[in-house]
């Protein structure tokens, strides 16, 4: 019980660190907590909050998919060219489903060639770049009629149509993890492969639906950012991997598998993406955002090795242990 | 256990006496088959691919890419994966060389200085991999940093070395060769007697192959990952420095990409991802195949997608091949 105290008490540390970045920036500049600049900051969470859905759930099932980017450029292409003949909605459907297919594909051949989805998604990450500049000519594709783009980046208060779509798959997928059988496979096959065969579940339905979630949550991301913004570039989405796996491991996502929430991922996104947005508003350059990103990312690799959840649980455990050997010993 | 534990047994690790003789006979009778099948199919297809010339030329472009992938081959025997830094380090130190010719250092001390830095660096990503962190992550926070914190101190901008004592480094050619080829094969030999007729060398086999055991044996784990991200981080130094030499300049976005292709040299080459299996003379022979494959698809006249597509499915089938060879053996 004990142990579950702490690890609770590691969510309410993570959401705490999100309000101290977003007060300490509302407090230095006065253009942060505005309605434009919280539109703004949604719309860029839209943005790194799939993408790092999509890192998180293959981190969560003990796998890791590097080509989100890559992926994200080729459904990128997919919709800029298709949106005009078969309208908005349609296409934005279509470009996700086949991110759907392309990522059950590669979570079956990873399952059943038994090989580590670290080598084969950068094969993949490769071999996309390249369909990316095949399937594009080599150019930047645009659209025409820059009306489908406004519709999707038509801002209504603070939010718009890419930022409603992507809040409600964090909340689609928020129950589908935590409510239903399969979430909780996935959750079974990232903390413990064998444990979870032996206990029945088949490992290869787990496996395909986190690699088919992220497949379509990098399409997702690809679709919406590229007919946002009208045009979408064979090179594009090639720094994706940062951000999003800082944005995942701030919120929680444990790199040993089984661990992390989607809550989580939505507070680590929205704690990244207030740091940039502050950032970008004293006028850094790309680069300094880069720097922070990976300094961020340092920082919470080193606090998840230090304080932990699996360290205080093993300190906890070993405390334990010594408490009941004194216990046990026998009178002298 | 999950792929990304790396405090678990690495898989291979407890095959057999048998499985190792195997292991060492198959493996690189594989990698040669499938070699001279390419040269003679580039034959057949284009003559100009099999000339001495052209051999010169394809080892030239294999070799920077080479000594980076010789180098960051002791990190994947070692268990740690692959490095994501190695591309901002070799840039790291281009512009560091640059800089310290700029300010009238002797060269000397130029390449001296830079490759001490380099060591640092290596030496600080081994530390946080040797507490625990994952290597894929450490490393991909620290190419952020280093890429984050060069453009920063340079303004994003081309340093010049505004010397020519240098240019001998990059642009010479001893016995006809250029130097960076030289270093190549220098390197290659170095590290195929390193890695299998030295202790560090074996400790580092070990390692990779079963940390467990290797700890029972009385080899530290965690000074290993030092030894080997230093090694790997000076390997990628010493690309840097030769670009630098070379044009006289020093260029953040110099080395894009190097790591993955890097990468794919290691894989191609063999060696298994979890550890505890490779060889250097493989990893040399992995990046002089894809060179080739990229000099014939020049000279055929593919486009640039079709070129990175097919490196990508060279990449996936290569690596499922060796990962399909593995897991036989391990049932037999």
């Known amino acids: 019980m004990r142990v579950l105290q702490r690890v609770e008490a590691m969510t309410w540390a993570r959401i705490a660190l999100c309000l101290i970045v977003f007060v300490f920036f509302t407090l230095r500049d006065d253009r942060f907590f505005t309605t434009n600049n919280v539109f703004t900051i949604l719309e860029g969470f839209a943005f790194l909050g799939l993408a790092a859905l999509a890192v998180g759930v293959t981190i969560i099932a003990g796998e890791f998919d590097l080509s989100v980017g890559s992926a994200a450029a080729v459904a990128g292409i997919v919709a800029v060219s298709i949106v005009e003949e078969i309208s908005l909605v349609p296409a934005v459907l279509v470009t996700t489903a086949i991110g759907a297919a392309y990522g059950a594909v590669q979570g079956y051949l990873v399952h059943r060639l038994k090989i580590q989805s670290l080598v084969f998604t950068l094969g993949t990450l490769i071999a996309l770049r390249g369909v990316a500049f095949m399937i594009s000519g080599e150019n930047t594709v645009v659209m025409s009629d820059l009306s489908i783009s406004k519709s999707v980046r038509r801002q209504l208060w ?76 064979p090179a594009a989405f090639e720094e994706l991997l940062l951000p999003a796996v800082t944005a995942a491991l701030i919120g929680g996502v444990s790199l040993f598998g089984g661990k992390g929430s989607v809550v989580g991922i939505a507070i680590g996104a929205l704690t990244l993406r207030f740091l940039i947005s502050g950032l970008s508003l004293e006028g850094a350059p790309f680069y300094v955002l880069t720097l922070a990103t990976g ?38 | 256990v999950t792929d990304l534990d790396l405090t678990a047994d690495a898989g291979g690790g407890a095959v057999p006496s048998a499985g190792v003789s195997v292991r060492n006979g198959l493996m690189p009778v594989v990698v040669a088959c499938a070699v001279l099948g390419f040269l003679l199919i580039g034959w ?105 914190s060069g453009a920063w101190l340079t303004d994003n901008k ?41 202790r560090f060398g074996r400790a580092v086999t070990l390692v990779g192959a079963n940390r467990s055991a290797a700890t029972a044996a009385g080899l530290r784990p965690g000074r290993i990952s030092l030894y080997v991200f230093a090694v790997s981080s000076l390997g990628a130094a010493l690309a840097g420095v030769f670009t630098a030499a070379q044009f006289s300049q020093g260029q953040l976005d110099q080395f894009d990409g190097a790591d993955i292709d890097a990468i794919a040299a290691i894989l191609v080459g063999g060696a298994a991802i979890q550890g505890g299996e490779g060889s250097a003379t493989r990893t040399a022979i992995g990046a002089v195949f894809i060179a080739a494959l990229q000099n014939l698809m020049v000279l055929r006249g593919f486009s640039f997608g079709v070129r990175v597509f097919l490196v990508g499915m060279a990449i996936l089938i290569s690596v499922s091949l060796f990962t399909v060879m593995r897991g036989r053996r391990r049932l037999a």
Do not use: C
Not at chain 2, 45 to 71: D, H, K, M
């Open chain 1, 295 to 332: 300094a961020v990312l340092i920082v919470v690799v080193v606090l998840e090795l230090v304080i932990g959840p699996h360290v205080l649980r093993a300190r906890w455990q070993g405390w334990r242990n010594r408490r009941r050997w004194v216990a046990e010993a026998p009178p002298l």
């Open chain 2, 158 to 198: 081309t340093v010049r070395t505004g010397t020519d004592a240098a240019d001998w480094i990059g642009t010479a050619r001893p016995l006809g060769v250029t130097t960076q080829t030289w270093a190549f094969l220098i390197i290659t030999g170095i590290s195929a007697l390193v890695l299998v007729r030295t």
């Open chain 1, 158 to 233: 603070i939010v718009s149509p890419s930022s409603l779509v992507t809040i409600a798959v964090f909340v689609a997928i928020g129950l589908l993890l935590r409510y239903t059988r399969d979430g909780r496979e996935i959750y079974g096959i990232g903390g413990g492969r064998q444990e979870a065969a032996a206990a029945g579940v088949a490992v290869v339905r787990p496996l395909v639906l986190a690699f088919a979630l992220s497949g379509s949550f990098a399409a997702l991301t690809g679709a919406l950012t590229s007919i946002k913004s009208g045009s979408a570039g």
């Open chain 2, 44 to 148: 057949i297809t284009t003559p100009e691919f099999v000339t001495y010339s052209n051999f010169q030329s394809i080892i030239r472009s294999a070799a920077l890419i080479g000594i980076i992938a010789e180098t960051m081959t002791f990190v994947t025997i070692a268990g740690s994966y692959v490095s994501l830094s190695v591309s901002q380090t070799a840039a790291m130190a281009a512009i560091a060389f640059a800089a310290f010719l700029s300010w009238g250092w002797p060269v000397w001390v130029s390449v001296v200085a830079v490759l001490a830095i380099a060591a640092a660096v290596g030496l600080a990503q081994g530390g946080a991999v040797a507490l625990g962190g994952n290597p894929i992550v450490v490393t991909l926070a620290a190419g952020a940093v280093l890429f984050g």
